[in-house]
């Protein structure tokens, strides 16, 4: 049997991180994943190739045994060791007891017979043991909306894989938050169940608004002679515009709470948060003759 190189299966060097591991994979992946393959046998056989690489790569143990054992396993095939493996006896010795049959507890066909004899304790699959279920890998995405959607909430079509998929959002969806669609990853091994999706949310800051939890910030300009005199003033909301009342007096930078006109409490269809608005008083400017001299009374009155 062939040694195979994990490292050029993924195109990595042998100094790889993990995320580029990782990243090489996710790549590799969605090129020959069986649903864009249409049943090509040969790329079906790349993609469990890609996938026993990573299985490899990926966990710290696994890859350092791979390093260690991976280097004589070569060299003994070179030295015409024969075909019946990796001499577990040698490596036993060598290493003071430790790693020797180790057994991979997934599925022993799904991987090469390579994989099987260092993973697998020499195990091929061969003997009749009944062949382990096991659940897909689930993939992972990221997507964007704005604050307007998370606040109403609603359906998106996605495309994932070539796939289109409908996914819809319940009011108040947070900032980075995980959203799953069951059965939507990678096929199971034996009759496993399908892996899932993970989708990531990303909301896009909104110039208007800052959200801290279920609650709305935004500022509100409010000319001077409201401010002083009080009135009412119309305030947008993500829900459309609603009338405030201004108390007289109102000094800048005065923060008025609008009750139950924040983001909505996700997974409730009654509880909001509220909306604070921040009042930026606006000074008049280019005043006529007039409006001058009444400002210059107004002074002398106070005085």
């Known amino acids: 049997m062939d040694y195979k190189d994990y490292y050029t299966i993924l195109g990595v060097n042998k100094?790889?991180?993990?995320?580029e591991i990782k990243k090489a994979y996710r790549s590799?992946?969605?090129?020959?994943?069986?649903?864009?393959?249409?049943?090509?046998?040969?790329?079906?056989?790349?993609?469990?190739?890609?996938?026993?690489?990573?299985?490899?790569?990926?966990?710290?143990?696994?890859?350092?045994?791979?390093?260690?054992l991976g280097a004589n396993w070569k060299n003994q095939q070179q030295q015409g060791g024969g075909?019946?493996?990796?001499?577990?006896?040698?490596?036993?010795?060598?290493?003071?007891?430790?790693?020797?049959h180790q057994t991979y507890e997934g599925d022993?066909?799904?991987?090469?017979?390579?994989?099987n004899n260092i993973?697998?304790?020499?195990?091929?699959?061969?003997?009749?043991?009944?062949?382990?279920?096991?659940?897909?890998?689930?993939?992972?995405?990221?997507?964007?909306?704005?604050?307007?959607?998370?606040?109403?909430?609603?359906?998106?079509?996605?495309?994932?894989?070539?796939?289109?998929?409908?996914?819809?959002?319940?009011?108040?969806?947070?900032?980075?938050?995980?959203?799953?669609?069951?059965?939507?990853?990678?096929?199971?091994?034996?009759?496993?169940?399908?892996?899932?999706?993970?989708?990531?949310?990303?909301i896009i800051p909104n110039p208007n608004f800052k959200r801290k939890?279920?609650?709305?910030?935004?500022?509100?300009?409010?000319?001077?002679?409201?401010?002083?005199?009080?009135?009412?003033i119309e305030v947008p909301t993500l829900n459309g515009n609603v009338n405030m009342t201004i108390p007289k007096g109102t000094q800048g930078g005065k923060s008025l709470r609008l009750k139950g006109k924040g983001m909505p409490v996700y997974g409730s269809k009654t509880d909001y948060g509220d909306l604070y608005v921040k009042t930026n008083i606006i000074i008049p400017t280019n005043l006529t003759e007039k409006q001058e001299e009444l400002f210059s009374e107004l002074k002398k009155m106070e005085s």
């Open 28 to 68: 590799l992946a969605k090129k020959y994943h069986p649903d864009k393959t249409n049943g090509d046998k040969a790329l079906e056989e790349k993609f469990k190739e890609i996938s026993e690489a990573y299985e490899v790569l990926s966990h710290d143990e696994n890859r350092k045994k791979y390093d260690d």
């Open 83 to 100: 075909t019946g493996g990796f001499d577990y006896s040698q490596y036993y010795a060598n290493t003071g007891g430790q790693g020797r």
């Open 108 to 115: 022993p066909e799904m991987f090469s017979d390579f994989f």
């Open 213 to 232: 939890g279920n609650n709305l910030y935004s500022d509100l300009p409010v000319d001077m002679y409201t401010a002083v005199l009080g009135g009412k």
């Open 119 to 202: 993973f697998g304790g020499g195990y091929s699959g061969t003997s009749g043991r009944p062949k382990p279920s096991r659940k897909g890998q689930n993939y992972s995405a990221e997507m964007e909306m704005t604050l307007e959607e998370a606040y109403h909430g609603g359906i998106r079509i996605i495309n994932i894989n070539g796939k289109k998929l409908r996914l819809t959002t319940k009011p108040g969806t947070r900032d980075k938050q995980k959203i799953k669609l069951a059965g939507k990853g990678s096929p199971g091994i034996n009759g496993g169940s399908f892996g899932d999706l993970i989708i990531t949310i990303h």
């Open 15 to 19: 100094k790889a991180t993990k995320d």
